[in-house]
């Protein structure tokens, strides 16, 4: 591989990074750098904007352009805007495309909508499955069961409100307005506008974001706007339709969430801010701005839920900066540690009091995480936390524990194993080098290399990931695996700098999403180290 091309190829890739920072962390944000459109939530988004008739036509306009230029010819529309057609996400299209024609929404399209996003939300259910769910034949099981179709109780007539104060406390944060929506539609269908059915969207309102937003979650927003619409709250609604129409992207198509910001500033000071202060210029305000009062961090200010992913990460990104206030570092790290599970193990989301962005964390709810574990201890290692630290520790356990005989870790929001077992091995560099597991680690990243340098999803970011991983753990730089794996990196870059993206992370099941961001930097990051050692 030669030197000028990488120097090309990482030139072109921070320029990228930097005008996407500058938007982030700006007055506005150009939908190149953001989480990627997508048909599901793009056509779910009309349907609600559809309830409010001839005023949001021109928004309705350009979804239906977008999913028009999406569509794969004749056979429908897929998880992805280049996927394989399938018949739940055509199925969902077509009523996005119906609402947009009749300029409005009928009772019916609301029931089949919310039962279709129901069913694609679960249809990968098997795989996220905690551990610790209630028995089969609980409240819980049944919910799951009702929302992905399956056996014992295969309808959403079966369920009913009362549920939810059975279930709240195993469901994450984003998850309670969602099925508390969707549970909604379903009982109005059943039993009309009874009592127990305004007193759900009552609940529903309550748990407004101060934006009008439901957690700044494009899906769960639509969603709560089309319960709310039912039950006759439509003028509480007008706020989250002026916010969904704000979030629609230039290309008339809308993501599934709003975005990943923090964790894409965040790692960007990690990664770049060290040698570039004028990258921690921006990033490091944006991050301060952006932690809750408690010192957790969601997805994007202010008014996400928090996130212990999004938590660590962000630790990270101000603990380069020495200018940050260590008692503010310390802060993120004690929160940490105090939602550290009982096994070592850490969680995706906990539970949380009061108003975003003043909000306390309780404990957590919801999917322990490989991934999320790393970062965890990455952060507090970044705070000096010894080895033999007991939370640390307890968390390098848990993740041994969790290693599969070929050596990988399940990874919690991205397609196959490579994402979490490439940023194990760099933990284990750091906490157990010369060990059996990191062998097994490494071995797994050389025998799954496909024969273009790729790996699992061939994304620019999971082979930034391994590449970086493989050279950290003393490949030779010469080797045919790292020099694969670059000229792989290289064939991927589009004329802006960026990655062609492969959609291989998921916000929820069947709601896949590319960050162009994350893949930009996860190459640079390993065309750095390359360049160091060559």
Sequence with gaps: MTIPALNSTHTQARRFITQGIEQLTGSSSQSRFLVSAAPIPTALAMIALAAHGKTNQARLQ??????????????????TPAGPPNP????????????????????????EAAYLVAKTWTQDFDRLTPGWLPKQGSPLIRLLEALSGRPLIPSLENLTLKDLSTIANFMPPYGRPTILAVTLIKDYFRQGLSAKVLAAA??????TSAD??????????????????????TGEADRASQWLCSMQYDNGGWPSFNQLANWSVAWAAQIIGKNDPDILKLTTPYLLGAANADGSFGTTPPYSYPDLDDTAIALLGLAVDSAVSPSLLTKIGNLLVRLQ??????????????????????????IKSEDITIHAIQALRKLNYAKDNLSISRGLD????????????????????????????????????????????????????QPDG??????????????????KSGLDPGSREIQTAL????????????????????????????????????????????????
């Design 62 to 79: 350009q979804g239906a352009a977008y999913l028009a230029a999406t569509r794969q010819n004749e056979t429908g529309w897929g998880n």
């Design 88 to 111: 739940l996400a055509t199925a969902i299209c077509d009523k996005g495309l119906q609402a947009c024609e009749l300029g409005s929404i009928t009772k019916e399209i609301i029931y």
């Design 202 to 207: 009552r609940e529903l309102l309550d748990s």
């Design 212 to 233: 009008g937003s439901w957690c700044e979650d494009i899906v769960v927003t639509a969603l709560a706007i089309l319960a709310l619409h039912l039950t006759g709250f």
């Design 341 to 366: 599970n009982w096994d070592g193990s850490w969680s995706t989301f906990p539970s949380f009091s009061g108003q975003l962005p003043d909000c306390t964390c309780a404990f957590p709810v919801y």
């Design 398 to 449: 848990w993740l041994l524990k969790r290693q599969h005989k070929d050596g990988a870790w399940n990874s919690t929001w991205f397609l196959g194993r490579t994402y979490a077992t490439a940023q194990a091995v760099e933990l284990l560099l750091d906490l157990s080098p010369d060990t059996t597991p990191l062998k097994n680690a490494i071995h797994y990243l050389l025998s799954h290399q």
């Design 454 to 471: 790729s790996w699992e999803t061939r994304s620019a970011g999971e082979t930034g990931l391994a590449l970086y991983a493989l050279l």
């Design 487 to 534: 000229r792989h990196l290289l064939s991927l870059q589009q004329p802006d700098g960026s990655f062609r993206p492969f959609y291989s992370g998921f916000y929820a099941s069947g709601l896949y999403y590319e960050e162009p961001l994350s893949e930009a930097l996860a190459a640079v990051r390993a065309i750095e180290l390359y360049l160091e050692l060559s």
